[in-house]
């Protein structure tokens, strides 16, 4: 593999300039006990990854300011003097080893369950107050609720800016709070935020809008989607290209500058017919940016097998098939999670062709930040 090959090209978009095509994708690591604030910890683990080559780096998902956003202890926040200080020193040290970055702004809605520190007794907050389909156990969200979120929502977009992050991205994958909404499954509302997938995606619209309207037109925002749930692995939003067209339209004319497609294996095609997958189809619709996402460098997805209870070990693997696909223009970007996690430096061993330095991803491996 040789620095001449497509994961190495440089990519802009605006005021967004990378020095190649690599991601990294976003994963929740627990490790910002300390009033969720992100520590020197955090600040070296992202600092590593900006010196192994990465060329933007998106952070583990950070918890907007709304009293329900959060469901997992020790994940860092995003709202809040300290939060924020601890942040920008997250910028800064990789802006000085050359790497680009920016937040992933998260709710995670009625995936939350009440008792989860800090905040105690508050409960989850869904569009119908469910985690799982069929299952009404949290709190459904009024008028006030929505528009209390999509405030918050702005208001860390522009706190990103401020801080000098190079662009947001909103998280709207994964059965989490917008997810809930896209989601038949979890989203059974009468009004104008259910039924349709028009009005599915009415509050994710709102959201985009208003970050839009907070950071200006020249600041990049990144939506992640997903068909599939962690409450249901086989969901889909959209079952044809039509179908996907209708949803992913209105998201992009909202505001949305790239697409970050979240699939389990990025080489599995999304309809029959063609071998473009979920990032191609997203990026052959919308004309905008996709990153593809999925088991990159790896031989085996994230997911659990039956009986297991966290994420599976997996060998270093081929990356033929993403470059031809990327040298093919199906996607633009390519996000890399678990591979990142064992190596830091998993950019450069690619770029200078050094596979027998990279490590397999293992369990105890989520257990330190490396």
């Known amino acids: 593999m040789t620095s001449e090959n497509s994961l190495f ?12 095509r ?27 990854r900006a ?6 780096i998106i952070t583990e998902g950070t918890c907007v300011g709304h009293i329900g956003a959060s469901g997992y202890p020790g994940v860092p926040y995003f709202h809040g003097k300290e939060r924020l200080a601890g942040w920008r020193r997250v910028v800064e040290a990789v802006h000085e080893n050359g790497g680009k970055i920016a937040p992933q702004l998260w709710h995670v809605g009625a995936m939350r369950k009440a008792g989860t520190p800090p905040e105690g007794d508050v409960p989850g907050y869904g569009p119908s107050g ?28 522009a ?3 401020e801080v000098g992050f190079d662009a947001v991205e909103l998280h709207g994958a994964h059965g989490y709070l917008i997810d809930q909404f896209f989601w038949e499954g979890t989203n059974q509302r009468e009004d104008g935020y259910g039924g349709s997938m028009d009005n599915r995606s009415r509050f994710a619209v709102e959201i985009i ?13 990144i ?65 905008k940016p ?59 061993m690619v770029r200078d062709d050094r596979p027998d330095d990279i490590k397999p991803f293992r369990k105890e491996h989520l257990g330190q930040l490396v």
């Open 9 to 20: 090209q440089p990519f802009k978009l605006g005021s967004l300039t990378l020095d190649n």
């Open 22 to 48: 690599i991601v990294m994708a976003p994963m929740t690591r627990n490790f910002s006990p300390n009033n969720n604030i992100p520590g020197d910890n955090v600040v070296d683990y992202y600092r590593r």
């Open 51 to 56: 010196e192994g080559g990465v060329g933007l």
């Open 130 to 157: 469910m985690n799982v389909p069929g299952k009404v156990n949290r709190r459904t969200m009024t008028q006030q609720d929505i528009d209390d979120v999509v405030a918050a929502f702005a208001q860390g977009a």
């Open 159 to 161: 706190d990103a800016k």
């Open 209 to 221: 809008k208003a970050v839009r309207a907070a950071v200006g037109p020249d600041f990049p925002v």
């Open 223 to 287: 939506l992640r989607w997903s068909q599939w749930k962690q409450q249901d692995y086989t969901a889909r939003l959209a079952e044809t290209p039509e179908e996907l067209s209708q949803f992913l339209l209105p998201l992009s004319e909202a505001g949305v500058d790239i697409f970050h497609c979240s699939q389990r294996r990025f080489w599995e095609p999304e309809f029959e017919g063609s071998d473009l997958n979920l990032a191609g189809w997203t990026r052959k619709i919308t004309g």
């Open 290 to 348: 996709a990153i593809t996402v999925g088991s990159v460098g790896l031989n085996a997805d994230f997911i659990p097998v039956p009986g297991e209870v966290t994420f599976r070990e997996a060998e270093p693997a081929s990356l033929d098939e993403l470059e031809r696909r990327l040298s093919d223009n199906e996607f633009d970007l390519v996000a890399v999670g678990r591979a990142l996690i064992s190596n830091p430096s998993w950019v450069d």
